[in-house]
């Protein structure tokens, strides 16, 4: 977790999902989240079905927090990330949540149902190091910084 500067109030603490099964795209992840200009917990989950438990708050995510965010990859073992995004999106109580899509994938139809089933944005990841940093901090000033975002309701 980033650490508020001791001058300034402290600032709510963002919870992030980032739902990923390649240890680089998260490793990746938690280093651009490290220079973060806000106070922010990246949870991770390496499959959709672990995916569904913490949002659900089954055996030992009980006690885990209602996301902010949620960046999802579409290629993820024992269930897809478009089966996650299609559950998140039927719950009530989940619904409010902001899905960024983050994959390889430039398939049309995969943007397409990523939409369908109505994700928030659809970002395609980059190969290059400099740019997955620089999306994943756009992705945060844009979240946290520019849109307003829904209380965690139901918490």
Known sequence: ????????????????????????????????????KLTNNLHVVTDGEEAMAFLQKHGRYAAAPKPDLILLDLNLP???????????????????????VMTISQDER?????????????????????????????IEDFWFSIVTLPPRCGE
């Open 1 to 36: 977790m980033n650490k508020p500067d001791k001058n300034q109030e402290t600032p709510k603490v963002i919870e992030i999902l980032l739902v990923e099964d390649s240890p680089a795209d998260i490793a990746l992840t938690q280093e651009a989240l490290l220079d973060s």
């Open 78 to 100: 024992r269930k897809s990330g478009r089966e996650v995004l299609a559950e998140i999106k039927a719950n009530e109580r989940l619904s409010s949540i902001p899905v960024v």
């Open 110 to 138: 995969d943007i397409c149902e990523s939409y369908r089933l109505h994700a928030n944005c659809y970002i395609r990841k980059p190969l290059n190091f400099e740019e997955f940093i620089k999306i994943v901090q756009s």
